[in-house]
């Protein structure tokens, strides 16, 4: 059974960081991919970046967000990271991971995901 969990959300004051946490269990294999989505109130989710977690590659959505967020993972965690620099009122959302199956030489561009996490709030406000 694949579960997906994410944290670290909150409250940020512009220009500040933020580190978000992605935890998946039910691969056995260890091959799926994870990607980052958000949500600002009223809009449609929004993905952000990738990542092919056996092999490590990524991908990033051209968006305002891209050059200030950084996607990494753990394996040993279990864990997928999303590294977010010098925020600003408009990165305020919810964010969601998601993640399925993906062979270790398939791209994480471009898929459908199969299981999402819960989402975790990210508030920027002075």
């Known amino acids: 059974q694949v579960q997906v969990a994410e944290s670290g959300g909150g409250l940020v004051q512009p220009g500040g960081s933020l580190t978000l946490s992605c935890v998946v269990s039910?691969?056995?294999?260890?091959?799926?991919?994870v990607g980052w989505f958000r949500q600002a109130p009223g809009k449609e989710p929004k993905r952000i970046s990738c990542i092919n977690v056996s092999s490590g590659s990524t991908n990033y959505a051209d968006s305002p967000a891209r050059g200030r967020f950084t996607i990494y993972r753990d394996r040993a965690k279990n864990t997928v990271y999303l590294q977010m620099n010098n925020l600003n009122v408009a990165d305020t959302a919810l964010y969601s991971c998601a993640t399925r199956f993906l062979r270790y030489g398939d791209s994480c561009r471009g898929i459908v995901y199969d299981y999402w996490g819960q989402g975790t709030q990210v508030t920027v406000s002075s």
């Open positions: 039910g691969f056995a294999s260890g091959e799926y991919g």
